[in-house]
């Protein structure tokens, strides 16, 4: 009887255990369940969540580096991402208004002939624009139009123009057609002007350094001159060549400016290197414009001449020799006439200057008008021009940077020879 109770009692105290179990195991699963049902809610709900962190960060990044997109977005597209037109070579001189615009003051000549306004002592230099004539019988008032192409008086020295003006007065001829006329046969070209004398040897001692600078053209002979350089006179440089870079727009990158600061620093740096013009055959922004300038258009011109001669005017300032590359053929037909335009305008304003110019195309086995990618030797032909037509192997670097190094005369000193 006592076993039967025991028994009982164990028996009792099992399914005490078992409930509890059970109890515990329905506690479980129903929070089971609610975590399941948790994490299926944050599951549909977390595609939203990543959107708008998403959408944070892109705001956050673009205003925060807006300039930088504004500028890749100019050099490789070549226009304004919000403004994408651009200034056509020839305006009309009157608005919708039938008004005429202007941009600078007058240049007045009075019936002494004398100059008695201008915006600064720089335009002294500069062709005469803007004239206000003003005779005895007449007024007649010049003005340049919005894009100052059209010049009514082409550039001439001050005593012709008093002549010239001096003339008119007694014969009654319209002052401004004779100036046309008269001005346009005795105004320069600036390609066509002789040389006083040839540029001088570049000498180069073992204290002196050579800068390098220019686009992704000159990144891969710049490395070879460097080495040449050094290994055979012991000659330190700096190359500061960075690639997707032109005189184009100062704005992403500005060659003048740069280049005059790294000249103050080192006095020692006697040769400037130049190799550019594949990034800078297009439209760019002037200063005063709404609209980009077009290419090839008389301010363009006259906007990138400015440019190479600051470049130059840099280095005769600090007594730094100039040795500037040509712009080889290119395979795409449109680069390459963009290269024979700019090289004119390189050629012509560092030959102004008794500087060097070195001319590439021949050295690579090609010309303007018959791009090729190879060179002949020993009736072997050599690659000197990847597939992009515009970069060279590395046989067309190291060509390029022999070329460079045949330009340089090292000068040794005396006690380096007594030694």
């Excluded at 962190?53 to 490789?76: D, N, R």
């Excluded at 009654?172 to 070209?189: H, N, S, Y």
């Amino acid at each position: 009887m006592k076993y039967k109770k025991t028994l009982s009692k164990n028996r009792q105290q099992i399914d005490l255990f078992e409930n509890g179990l059970h109890e515990q195991s329905r506690k479980h699963n129903a929070k089971t369940k609610v975590s399941e049902a948790a994490i299926t809610q944050k599951e549909s709900l977390s595609p939203k969540y990543v959107f708008i962190m998403l959408l944070i960060t892109a705001i956050a990044l673009i205003a925060i580096y807006h300039k930088s997109v504004l500028i890749y977005w100019q050099q490789t597209y070549h226009h304004d991402l919000f403004n994408s037109g651009s200034m056509t070579q020839k305006m009309d001189l009157d608005d919708s208004d039938g008004r005429v615009e202007e941009y600078s003051k007058d240049v007045v000549i009075d019936q002494n002939n004398v100059i008695s306004s201008i915006d600064d002592e720089s335009h002294l230099n500069q062709p005469v624009k803007n004239v206000l004539v003003i005779s005895p019988s007449e007024m007649v008032n010049i003005k340049k139009d919005k894009k100052r192409q059209k010049i009514h008086v082409q550039p001439i020295s001050i005593k012709q123009e008093n002549t010239k003006l001096s003339k008119t007065r007694f014969d009654g001829t319209p002052v401004t057609e004779q100036i046309d006329t008269e001005a346009k046969d005795e105004a320069p070209k600036i390609q066509n002007i002789p040389l006083i004398h040839e540029p001088l040897p570049i000498v180069l001692t073992q204290n002196d350094k050579v800068l390098f600078v220019g686009d992704s053209l000159m990144q891969g002979v710049a490395p070879y001159v460097k080495k040449m350089l050094f290994k055979q006179y012991k000659i330190e440089s700096v190359n500061l060549s960075k690639q997707s870079t032109g005189l184009a727009y100062p704005k992403a990158f500005n060659w003048p400016k740069t280049i005059n600061d790294i000249l103050i620093a080192d006095p020692s740096i006697k040769l400037l290197v130049v190799f550019l013009g594949p990034n800078d055959p297009w439209d760019f922004p002037v200063k005063g414009y709404a609209k980009y300038v077009k290419f090839k258009s008389e301010l363009w011109e006259e906007q990138y001449r400015l440019r190479i001669a600051t470049i130059l005017n840099s280095a005769s300032e600090h007594n730094v020799q100039v040795l500037w590359l040509a712009a080889p053929c290119m395979r795409k037909p449109q680069l390459n006439l963009g290269m024979v335009y700019l090289n004119t305008l390189y050629q012509s304003e560092v030959e102004k200057r008794q500087q060097h110019f070195l001319t590439t195309n021949q050295l690579l086995g090609c010309t303007y008008e018959t791009f090729n990618s190879f060179i002949e030797s020993n009736k072997d032909k050599i690659k000197v021009r990847v597939d992009d037509g515009i970069h060279f192997t590395p046989i067309g670097q190291k060509i390029l940077a022999k070329a460079i190094m045949d330009k340089i005369i090292f000068k040794q000193f005396e006690d380096d020879d007594s030694d």
